[in-house]
């Protein structure tokens, strides 16, 4: 569980952003609102995320469809208003997009899991609203910056997996990526059909749409390697997977194939962003290169601080 939780960098409590507090609801707090609601039954007192989930959306008549990718939870409320973004953050959610009646809630790629518990759990839940609750705003306190005092330690060279335009993550044409809600590092446009091992590593998982790879190199660097725009819609149409979880590759080694005339044409963007996933806090992203670069050319760095 602690590699699990460190991998994926999962909000467990004692792990959460300095401005949120998660809440652990016992068997005891889901019991009494069950018995209030008269409704549910009494399995759904262990599932407790879901519940959760379930209010932050509006509760389940507010509920309209469920979704998922790779790793987001996509849902289409009725009303967006009902929508609350600070007890689906405190279900371990590293970010809220919303567009229009559409939401997403990031959690990385155990989000299939989360997508089946949620659905067992609405087939039981009471088919009402949830009720209005007031989060009160939390007071940001002004801290000194320190960073500017720490030295860089250490540079991890990340290279580029693809040949292409590079460009800073904040231009990509995705919310999620470009405010770094799953990780910081870079977006790279393929111009060539291959996707290249970027350093010396192993291929952590390759997503079963095989749009996006986990990666993790010998140096120690977690990536998420992530082709296109809503490429998990197409479900593996356009790619080819070279390689096997678990894989011990070298850097310059085909991971994947891409079919760029079909992904042109059937995806929004092919802009991949290439992620950073499991940045500490003495680390951060420094772009090395913008505009054309050549798979295997340096990307960005990993700042070691101190």
């Not at 939780?5 to 889901?30: C, H, M, Q, S």
């Not at 009494?32 to 599932?47: F, M, N, W, Y």
């Not at 940001?140 to 330690?153: G, L, P």
């Not at 950073?276 to 340096?298: F, M, N, S, W």
Request: proline letters at 4%; hydrophobic letters at 35%.
């Amino acid at each position: 569980f602690k590699f699990m939780i460190r991998k994926f960098n999962f909000k467990t409590p004692g792990r959460e952003e300095d401005d949120v507090e998660t809440k652990l609801y016992t068997k005891a707090d889901v019991n009494a609102r069950k018995a209030a609601a008269g409704e549910v039954q009494a399995s759904d007192s262990e599932d407790p995320v879901s519940e959760a989930i379930t209010r932050g959306l509006g509760g389940k008549k507010n509920i309209s469809d469920v979704d998922c990718c790779a790793t987001r939870l996509r849902c289409t409320v009725h009303d967006a208003s009902r929508v609350n973004d600070s007890i689906l953050k405190a279900t371990g959610a590293s970010g809220i997009v919303h567009k229009g009646n559409g939401v997403q809630v990031i959690y990385g790629p155990n989000v299939t899991v989360i997508k089946s518990n949620l659905e067992d759990y609405l087939e039981k839940a009471p088919d009402t609203y949830a009720e209005a609750e007031e989060a009160g705003e939390a007071k940001q306190e002004e801290t000194e910056n320190t960073e500017t005092e720490k030295k860089v330690v250490k540079r991890i060279v990340i290279s580029s997996p693809v040949t292409g335009k590079a460009a800073d993550l904040g231009t990509a044409p995705d919310e999620a990526f470009a405010q770094r809600m799953m990780g910081d590092g870079a977006v790279v446009t393929p111009e060539e059909a291959f996707v290249y091992a970027p350093e010396d590593g192993e291929v952590a998982f390759v997503f079963d749409t095989k749009h996006a790879v986990g990666y993790m190199t010998d140096s120690g660097v977690s990536l998420l390697i992530h082709v296109g725009i809503d490429t998990v819609k197409l479900n593996g149409e356009g790619f080819e997977v070279l390689v096997e979880n678990g894989q011990k590759v070298k850097k310059g080694q085909p991971m994947l194939k891409l079919d760029l005339d079909y992904l042109k044409a059937n995806a929004p963007s092919l802009a991949t962003p290439v992620l950073c996933t499991e940045l500490g806090d003495d680390q951060r992203i420094r772009l090395l290169k913008e505009g054309p670069v050549k798979a295997g050319e340096p990307l960005f760095e990993v700042e070691v601080l101190n």
